[in-house]
């Protein structure tokens, strides 16, 4: 089957990075994306890797190995605005987004 | 970046009425548009991809009989919620994908909150 794991909820502090991490086994592999939900609202846009690597956007990077089946978001200089809901979801052969539980972000002052 | 809307953002209904709701990608054609459902603190569930000219590719345990999809043109669908109960009351999200298949990304609606009496 299709799976893809991710931590249920983080907890970080105003101003420091946080890491969150994705696991992926699905059948294919077209693209991996990370979202952004606030809650409340529809997901928004965050990052795409489809190659193995680093792609860095600002506060946010994201990460993708894919012999390891493995993505990370790093979110620098938190802010409180970052508390959200993060979803990792990855495009299989079939061109279908397998979408991940997503994990809560609370930020601390 | 691409934007799609959606239509209505909250309606509350009594139970056994049907609902539509309404999604458009307003700056490009869209041949294949997405229904999720979202339950509080849990993930989006696609309930089906909608293609223009076609009918919908429902998931597994969707009825479709009850969730009713019609992409009559490149960006317009509409999804039904026929004789609505209480246990539908969810938070509906449409998204769209842009013809390329490679592109990077699907553009999400607003979501529509929808609350069965």
């Known amino acids: 089957g299709q799976n893809i794991d991710q931590p249920t909820e983080m907890t970080a502090t105003e101003g420091a990075i946080v890491q969150i991490n994705c696991t992926y086994q699905?059948?294919?592999?077209?693209?991996l994306f990370w979202y952004q939900q606030h809650a409340g609202e529809a997901p928004t846009f965050l990052s795409y890797?489809?190659l193995d690597g680093l792609e860095e956007k600002g506060r946010f990077s994201s990460f993708l190995s894919r012999s390891k089946g493995y993505s990370y978001l790093l979110l620098k200089e938190l802010q409180m605005k970052d508390s959200a809901s993060y979803l990792c979801?990855?495009?299989?052969?079939?061109?279908?987004?397998?979408w991940g539980a997503g994990t809560k972000l609370i930020i601390k002052p | 970046g691409a934007v799609v809307s959606q239509h209505p953002s909250r309606v509350i209904c009594k139970s056994g009425t049907s609902v539509k709701i309404e999604c458009r990608s307003l700056?490009?054609?869209?041949?294949?548009m997405f229904w999720y459902r979202q339950f509080p603190k849990q993930s989006l569930m696609l309930m089906a991809t909608s293609n223009e000219g076609s009918k919908a590719t429902y998931e597994q345990g969707v009825e479709k009989d009850k969730f009713l999809i019609n992409h009559a043109s490149l960006t317009l669908s509409t999804l039904t919620v026929t004789s609505a109960h209480p246990e539908d009351s969810s938070f509906y999200i449409c998204?769209?994908?842009?013809?390329?298949?490679?592109?990077?990304?699907?553009?999400f609606g607003p979501g529509t909150r929808l609350l069965v009496l």
């Open positions: 699905t059948s294919g592999f077209n693209g």
């Open positions: 979801a990855v495009r299989d052969s079939n061109y279908q987004l397998i």
């Open positions: 700056d490009f054609q869209a041949t294949t």
């Open positions: 998204s769209a994908r842009p013809p390329d298949r490679d592109s990077e990304t699907q553009y």
């Open positions: 890797n489809v």
